[in-house]
């Protein structure tokens, strides 16, 4: 036991896989041959084998995990050249697009300005008619709405207030008889 406490004390964090394969390794061998009884020799040569075994499968993870390292480390690179790339080229295409738009703006009179200024201003004006029209459409409805609701209101008190009347008068009425008698 004491051998174990040794060796997953000096297989720490710091320690490579393969370090700490073969301390576990031989830890295992070495519990096994005192468990099947070996003398010291057994022992350490059951030490032995599980170091060797432990740092062979120690030293395969440790490759894997390099090379799942070195993958990653390729698709960050790959990754920031394509990000490069692409502010390249939004750089390239807002340099052309400035480039057109000066091009064109050469080629634009004064008058075609001024036509399109007055066009604009006659689209706007008649933007405004339109929304003044629907907005007078959604007034009346709103108001037409509220009517109906007030003459349904009204009604419906009225038709209560009726039977209310009629209820007290029978009530009225029949007090009245009781009373002749």
Do not use: H
């Not at 209560?160 to 002749?180: D, F, G, P, S």
């Amino acid at each position: 036991m004491s051998i174990l406490a040794f060796q997953w004390g000096c297989a720490g964090p710091a320690a490579s896989k393969t370090v700490k394969g073969a301390g576990t390794g031989a830890a295992i061998g070495a519990v096994g041959g005192l468990i099947t009884g070996q003398d010291m020799g057994g022992v350490a040569a059951a030490a032995a084998a599980g170091g060797a075994v432990g740092a062979a499968i120690g030293a395969v993870q440790e490759g894997k995990e390099r090379k799942r390292q070195d993958t990653l480390a390729q698709q960050r690179a790959y990754n920031q050249a394509i990000a490069m790339q692409k502010r390249a080229i939004e750089k390239e295409k807002v340099a052309l697009q400035e480039e057109l738009e000066i091009a064109e703006g050469f080629r634009i009179s004064d008058a075609e300005l001024e036509e399109m200024a007055s066009r604009a201003e006659t689209a706007e004006e008649r933007l405004k008619v339109l929304q003044a029209r629907r907005q007078d459409a959604i007034d009346k409805k709103k108001a037409l709405d509220e009517m109906v609701q007030r003459e349904k209101d009204a009604l419906a008190e009225i038709d209560r207030l009726e039977k209310e009347l009629a209820a007290l008068e029978a009530q009225n009425n029949a007090l009245a008889e009781q009373t002749k008698l």
